[in-house]
Structures are given as C-alpha cells and as structure tokens.
C-alpha cells in the first residue's frame, strides 16, 4: 500500500506524519482569518501589525530555550505541550471574537501565547525525526515532510480565506480559528500514541544557562553548520525581505496585481512540492554539498523580478527557487539528523534558526526606506548578485566538500582542521611502515604510535586559537 513512499510503512513516521500535515494545514488556513478577525474589530492596519508582532516575537526569543527542552525532555513531550498552548490560544481567540470580547490586549496576549507554542516547537521537530525512524529513512522522511509544508502552504489559505468569507461577521474567522485548534488537537492525540518512542536518558541536569553554553560549543565547532546559518542570516536580510517586501510592488507595477503576486508565490509553493518529492529515495554521495548547490536557486526570483520580463518568466523562476529550496532543506536536514549527536540536536536547531533569522525583521524593515533611495530594481538586483556571491564564498569552506552520510562527525573546532588532516597523513605512514617492517621485529600498538607520532606533529603544527 505504501509502496512507493516506503517512509510512510513505518507505522509510527505514518502517524506522525498524519498529525503534522493536520496541524500544518490548521496553521496555513489561520492567517488569512486572524487578519480579517483584527480588522472586524476596527482597530485598523496599525492593531493588526501588533497581533502580528505578538506572535513572531516570542517565537525568535524562546527558540534557543525551546533547544534545551527538547534535548532535557524529548522532542515529543515539548510537542505536546506546545500544541495543547497553540489549541488553547486559538481557541481561546475564536471565542473572544463569537462573544464580542476580541480587545485588542485581548488578541494581542492569545497571539503571544501561542508564538511561545511555536517558539519551543520547532527545535523539537528537529530532535524528535531521528528518534521515530532508521537512519537510512531520514532522508525520505525530511523531504515528505517539506512537501506537507508547501501543499498546507497552497491549500491552507484558500480553504481558510472559503471558509472565513461563507459565514457572516465574525463568525467566519473564528470557524477558522476554531478548525486550527482542531487541527492541534489531531496533533497531540497522535504525539500521545507515540509514547514508546525512546526518550534522552536520564542523568545530571546543568542549569539552563550551561545547557545554552554546551549548546552554542556544539554548534559552533562545526565549521559546515556555522557557514550556512551566517550566509543564511544574510539571505533574510538582503534577499529574501527585500522579495517579500518589493515582490507585490513588482507586482502591482508592471506584472498585473495582487492576482499576479499570488500566481508568482502559488508557483514558489508547487516547486516546493515537486523539490520534495523529486528527491524521495534519493541517496546522493554528497547530500550536504548538494543541498548547499541548491541554494542557488534563490538567485532566479529576485532576479527575476528586477528584469522586465514578464509573469510567466518570474512565474517559473519562483517555482525553481521553491524546487531548489526543498531540495536542499530536505538533504541538508537529513545530515544534520545523522551527524550531530541526538543529544543536543535541538540546541543546535535552535542556534541555527535564531542565527538565520536573526536581521529578518531589520530587512522587512529597511527594503522599503532602501528602495525609495536606489530604486526597486536595484535593490532586488543586489540580492540576487549577493546570494550568487556569498554561495560559492559558502562553497570554500573544506568540511562542506567532505561531509557526507558516511564520513565520521566532524565536531571539530575550525583551528584543529588542519591538525586533524595531518594526523590521518601520520597514521596512514605509520600503518605502511609497520607492514614494511620485518616481522621479527618489534611492534608498537598503533594507538601509542599515533599519539607519538602527532605530538610531533603538534610541536610543528599549532592549533592556534
């Protein structure tokens, strides 16, 4: 039955997975009724901004705790609890706007609330996936999971924009409120069957602030996740603001409208889709240099967009930017889950989608003021030649060229590489000179040797700081 997804015969993954497309569809129908719920109120353009920014902020300042919880608790009871504080708030939300009771502090606390949900639910995700399947399943895994996101993505808004409009009032969004904290609940019911999945030992439990600490050395020593995020961090704030921000004004200028951007971000959300199930059952040897290849593709849309050509061809350059980027996160996601250790996967989760995000919102910020100085062309333009550049600047860093799914972890700090290079030259000569060596004579064990032979080398090689 499951035969041509085989990730979807695990019983467990299949009832995850049923959960999490459940909940992803509930998420994607939400924003389009929540913005219509704040404006019903009439506090205008200026209350819905602040609904907004009472979700997304605590979601950036509680990732990094939500890193500890997962790695102290286990992804899945961080889940539960963070779906049971998301279906509350919605819920809680829809029944302020059936009373006439949706104050704007009112909307304002629901929407804190559950951007706390979301905060400490995604690193759990991360931490949860390698505990539910095989190792060898992660890959497919990952990608099918990409493709639930894009196809909540094109579906979630239409149905929840249906559904807002077919009642009258406020009864409309809070319907769609109401299905959202459904769509938690699925969540939790199927989280709570998971309860024989294996969970971190226990053992000493250091204080937050160590746990953050040990959390930060983890990632930080791994050269070919800290490129990434930095290169990342500046993609937010230099390409993809920009296009969030410009990309409707492109729209309304010369392409046709807000019907246009919708077709331009309806094909991002289908590339994504073919991305994620192009790369099911693939095994390439590289997987984390592709994935990194990948993000060309975010070259094609604003670029695009900076040209004077016209929809179809900014139509297809976005869905090869979603392609690309499903491609890419699915593998990338796939060598983080089996390179770094279980133990601090959410940690190092956390570190990276706070490091990515991080100049976000000051690029939401700045496109506009930027814009109106050196014009829209420009700017978009200059992402587009930023993220060609800083990619291939990406693409120099060695451990990105030598991480694959069968190379041991490379955990070590930047200063050591080098050092860790020339060893393996040591041991290699100190194995042929054994074997050349008469069998009458005696042997040294080849761990002592190693070890003698690299404080040489270390008095020649400093590791340097």
């Not at 929840?160 to 019911?189: E, I, K, T, W």
């Not at 496109?367 to 930023?386: K, R, W, Y």
């Not at 040294?444 to 340097?464: F, L, N």
Request: charged share 15%; hydrophobic share 55%; net charge negative.
């Amino acid at each position: 039955m499951f035969s041509a997804v085989p990730v979807l015969s695990d019983r467990d993954f299949r009832w995850f997975f049923t959960g999490y497309l459940t909940s992803k569809l509930g998420t994607a129908m939400a924003p389009v009724a929540t913005a219509f719920a704040v404006l019903h109120t009439g506090v205008g353009a200026g209350g819905l901004g602040s609904v907004m920014a009472a979700r997304i902020v605590p979601v950036v300042l509680l990732l990094l705790l939500g890193g500890v919880f997962a790695d102290r608790l286990g992804g899945r009871k961080v889940m539960i609890g963070s779906d049971l504080l998301r279906c509350g708030a919605q819920a809680a939300f829809a029944v302020l706007l059936l009373i006439g009771h949706a104050t704007l502090p009112a909307m304002i606390a629901a929407s804190v609330l559950a951007g706390i949900g979301e905060g400490v639910f995604t690193p759990s995700l991360q931490a949860l996936i390698p505990r539910l399947l095989p190792a060898g399943r992660l890959g497919d895994a990952n990608a099918l999971l990409g493709v639930s996101v894009s196809g909540a993505g094109v579906t979630g808004p239409a149905l929840g924009g249906l559904v807002a409009a077919a009642l009258p009032g406020a009864a409309g969004p809070a319907a769609v409120l109401f299905a959202d904290a459904a769509s938690y609940a699925v969540s939790v019911v199927v989280l709570l069957r998971l309860a024989h999945v294996p969970q971190p030992e226990p053992g000493e439990s250091p204080s937050v602030l160590g746990e953050l600490r040990d959390g930060w050395q983890e990632f930080r020593s791994r050269t070919w996740l800290v490129a990434p995020t930095v290169q990342f961090c500046l993609f937010n704030a230099l390409v993809w603001a920009p296009y969030l921000v410009l990309g409707p004004v492109v729209a309304d200028r010369r392409l046709g409208g807000a019907g246009a951007w919708g077709l331009v971000l309806a094909a991002n959300s289908a590339g994504s889709i073919l991305g994620g199930l192009a790369v099911l059952g693939r095994r390439p040897r590289r997987p984390f240099l592709l994935g990194v290849v990948m993000m060309f593709g975010y070259v094609l849309t604003p670029a695009l967009l900076a040209s004077d050509l016209p929809l179809p061809w900014v139509c297809a350059g976005a869905a090869g930017t979603g392609a690309a980027a499903a491609v890419g996160g699915a593998l990338e996601n796939t060598v983080i889950q089996r390179r770094v250790p279980v133990a601090v996967l959410g940690r190092i989760t956390a570190c990276q989608t706070v490091g990515a995000f991080a100049l976000g919102p000051i690029g939401l910020a700045a496109a506009g003021p930027l814009a109106s100085v050196f014009g829209l062309t420009a700017v978009l333009a200059f992402g587009a030649v930023f993220q060609f550049v800083s990619n291939l600047t990406v693409l120099t860093v060695p451990a990105i060229w030598r991480i694959d799914l069968e190379d041991p972890d490379l955990s070590e700090a930047p200063a050591t590489v080098i050092e860790t290079v020339i060893e393996a030259d040591a041991e290699a000569e100190i194995e042929a000179t054994a074997e050349a060596a008469p069998k009458a004579a005696p042997k040294a064990e080849p761990e002592q040797a190693a070890e003698e032979v690299t404080d040489q080398v270390r008095t020649i090689a400093p590791s340097g700081g």
